[in-house]
């Protein structure tokens, strides 16, 4: 199985602040998404948690739909695979 190493680096943190995970390469933003919440203990006592996007050139994924003039795309859907740069 094919996986990717990725090094989540959190910015406007001080002091620096990064985790290292493990996804296979047909994981979703979504699992990235709850991937991120587990390894950082982040915690809401409301689902789905917050409002999180990742915007990549035009595309805005995330689990709410916008209208800011991105193309969006829901976070379930798409997998990490065809972002990631090698």
């Given at each position: ?48 948690y917050h409002f999180y ?34």
């Amino acid at each position: 199985m094919k996986a990717y190493i990725l090094k989540l680096t959190f910015e406007y943190l001080g002091p620096s602040v990064w985790r290292r995970v493990i996804l296979p390469a047909g994981a979703t933003f979504n699992w990235l998404h709850e991937t991120i919440q587990y390894v950082t203990n982040i915690k809401s006592k409301v689902s789905p948690y917050h409002f999180y996007g990742i915007g990549i050139d035009d595309i805005f994924i995330t689990w709410v739909p916008i209208h800011e003039g991105k193309y969006y795309v829901e976070e379930y859907k798409c997998t990490i695979q065809p972002f990631l740069k090698i």
